[in-house]
């Protein structure tokens, strides 16, 4: 087994094949945002959408679908809701997004510029992300605490505080 990926001390190599999975942060979080239109939602939010209506017209998301996903996402706390009226009818609400919601725009926009590398139409990508202070084009990258660009093969994955091993059965 390579050096830099092997067990730590006292747990076995092979543990790693055997834990319990039930925990998983990953499995867990795409409960919640790992479904199509819940993604794109997102997506819209951080293009400026924020009333059923937007979502409903740049999306064609069933309306029944997209009210679930909306009450979810409010639900979970990544979008809140406020109150917004249009002289002349009802009042109604308008999503916003929650610090919750933005700490997944590195997971968003690492989506967007994966699909914009491999699945983009051949003329290019259909909307690009900039920075509003200085206008230099958006990227996700990993680092670490350090500050660090760490590239895929240089992560080491360890058993952390919640590890478990499947139980026999």
Request: proline share 7%.
């Amino acid at each position: 087994m390579d050096e830099r990926h092997s067990a730590p001390e006292g747990i076995d190599a092979d543990a790693r094949l055997d834990r319990d999975t039930s925990n998983c942060s990953i499995a867990r979080t795409l409960e919640i945002v790992g479904e199509k239109w819940t993604i794109l939602i997102l997506r819209e939010v951080f293009y400026g959408s924020s009333r059923f209506g937007e979502f409903e017209r740049v999306l064609g998301c069933p309306r029944n679908l997209l009210a679930a996903r909306l009450r979810m996402l409010v639900a979970e706390g990544i979008l809140a809701t406020e109150t917004y009226q249009v002289p002349g009818s009802r009042s109604r609400p308008k999503y916003v997004i929650t610090p919750k919601g933005m700490d997944l725009v590195p997971a968003v926009l690492g989506l967007l510029q994966w699909g914009d590398r491999y699945r983009a139409d051949p003329e290019g990508p259909a909307m690009l992300t900039r920075h509003r202070g200085c206008g230099a084009p958006v990227g996700v990258e990993v680092r670490c605490e350090a500050g660090d660009v760490v590239e895929a093969d240089d992560i080491d994955s360890l058993p952390g505080p919640a590890f478990r091993l499947r139980k026999a059965g």
